[in-house]
């Protein structure tokens, strides 16, 4: 099992999944060619109303320019497709005219312009020559439904002697809204990359129900205003009954014993209010920084998680999240062994940083190279780590029956996802807050988490049938050692 395998394991267990997400590949569309498989995972652009299909092995991230909505990039980076929605100059807005602005503006930009005066005297600019040549053009396109253009050219490179690809598809995704597509690659990657660019272009959707739209915005927009009315008190009470918190991960018995139950694992959860520093468990606090002082929100774990199914692999992870107290930053660490007769298997580490919008990502694994990834955060209603975690006692303090929807970061898809949470108060259950959450909006699978009269964890039961449920350390470590399971 490679470290990545393990860490898909290990994370799905941490953020309580119904299981291991196994990619749903298939062929795309008619039009689309021939060779490249989608992961099964999607890109979804609210503000646009536009729905990516992923290819394998493609990964959306942010960018510090206002025009490009979204850019995606293989790991290898020998090329990447920018999303734009820009506005067309002047009138007779069709995808056929968005072509003929940007192939013009190329060939100037990479060209000689010489300014004459025509006979009535005014000033007119002339492209004299130009280093950019046009490859394709493909005009009155169709993408599904939609119109379309595109164009293929070749441009010098920035720094090298041999030329780009540059390739523009532009879809009139509504009558007022239209999408640019832009390809930059190198010539070394041009077959992948077209590939590619014309799968994300041909297997687009693009939402025309205003009121699905809406509906989103309406249950982000509550979840936003929930948390505003969460004051540091209720931070605090929520931590106080998080200070040392023991879970058993199992799957029950037909018997309804503990005796017949297939442990899994179990984790220990410890929130605090703390220094930004001790995200780095290995760093004495007398050695910390000014900015390594500073107090905020902090949740540990520590998780063990069994494979039985896979060699006996064991997995131990060691993770911190640390919030400041006004949420405008945040960092986290979170590392991972993972174990198979007592013998290294394999490692992970994932080290996060979020400054207001810009948030960055290391992930480095043994035997494989380290990677920076830059995820999204576009609109409102993102929530960091530390809330995530934190999120149904959150939701209890608020303690109104609704149905909230944020945007939340998941190590175990290394995006930024949509997940709907539903509060309840069951009247068979008297004091019960009851909190059905689905991780992923596009996925069916959903979980359900119980909170006693206080606001403290009970239980959480997955899809699956497999429960995290709240323990002791006595009680766990003889239910463990009972069953001659690990726990050293």
């Not at 911190?320 to 007592?342: Q, T, Y």
Request: overall charge neutral; hydrophobic content about 35%; aromatic content about 6%.
């Amino acid at each position: 099992m490679t470290p990545n395998q393990a860490l898909t394991i290990c994370l799905a267990a941490m953020l309580s999944l119904a299981g291991l997400a196994h990619a749903q590949t298939r062929q795309i569309a008619e039009d689309a060619p021939v060779g490249v498989r989608l992961s099964g995972e999607e890109l979804r652009i609210d503000e646009i109303g536009l729905v990516l299909d992923l290819p394998e092995g493609i990964r959306a991230e942010r960018v510090d320019d206002p025009a490009i909505v979204a850019r995606l990039t293989p790991e290898h980076a020998r090329f990447l497709v920018n999303i734009k929605t820009p506005r067309l100059r002047g009138g007779g807005a069709t995808p056929e005219h968005f072509i003929d602005q940007i192939v013009d503006d190329l060939r100037r930009a990479h060209g000689v312009v010489r300014s004459r005066r025509d006979r009535q005297g005014r000033l007119v600019e002339e492209l004299v020559e130009t280093r950019v040549t046009v490859e394709e053009r493909v005009r009155n396109l169709r993408v599904g439904e939609r119109t379309a253009s595109r164009v293929y050219l070749r441009a010098p490179h920035p720094t090298a002697d041999r030329p780009i690809l540059m390739g523009y598809s532009v879809v009139q995704a509504t009558p007022a809204r239209f999408v640019v597509y832009e390809l930059i690659s190198t010539e070394h990657a041009e077959g992948e990359s077209r590939a590619v660019y014309e799968t994300l272009v041909a297997s687009a959707r693009y939402e025309d129900s205003i009121e699905a739209m809406a509906e989103r915005g309406r249950l982000v927009q509550r979840g936003r205003e929930a948390f505003t009315m969460l004051p540091d008190s209720a931070y605090r009470r929520v931590i106080e009954i998080n200070r040392d918190r023991w879970e058993r991960l199992y799957e029950p018995a037909r018997s309804g014993s503990d005796r017949d139950a297939r442990e899994l694992g179990y984790r220990r959860i410890r929130a605090s209010v703390g220094p930004r520093g001790a995200i780095d468990p290995t760093k004495s606090p007398d050695r910390y920084t000014e900015a390594e002082r500073e107090e905020g929100y902090l949740v540990r774990m520590n998780i063990r998680l069994l494979q039985p199914d896979s060699g006996n692999l064991i997995v131990d992870t060691e993770a911190v999240f640390w919030l400041a107290k006004d949420f405008g930053e945040e960092a986290w660490s979170i590392r991972m062994a993972n174990r198979r007769r007592g013998e290294l298997a394999g490692t992970y580490t994932e080290l996060g940083l979020r400054e207001g919008r810009r948030m960055q990502i290391i992930i480095e694994g043994m035997g494989e190279t380290s990677r920076s990834i830059h995820p999204m955060i576009r609109g409102e209603g993102y929530i960091s780590q530390v809330q995530t975690w934190l999120l149904p006692q959150l939701l209890a303090e608020v303690g109104i029956e609704s149905e909230y929807a944020f945007y939340a970061y998941r190590s175990a898809d290394e995006r930024i996802r949509l997940r709907r949470d539903t509060v309840e108060k069951p009247s068979d259950r008297e004091g019960v807050t009851r909190i059905i959450t689905q991780l992923v909006e596009t996925r069916e699978d959903t979980q359900e988490t119980l909170l006693d009269s206080e606001g403290r964890f009970m239980r959480t039961t997955l899809s699956d049938g497999r429960v995290w449920e709240d323990t002791t350390l006595d009680r766990l470590a003889r239910l463990w050692r009972s069953k001659g399971l690990p726990m050293n």
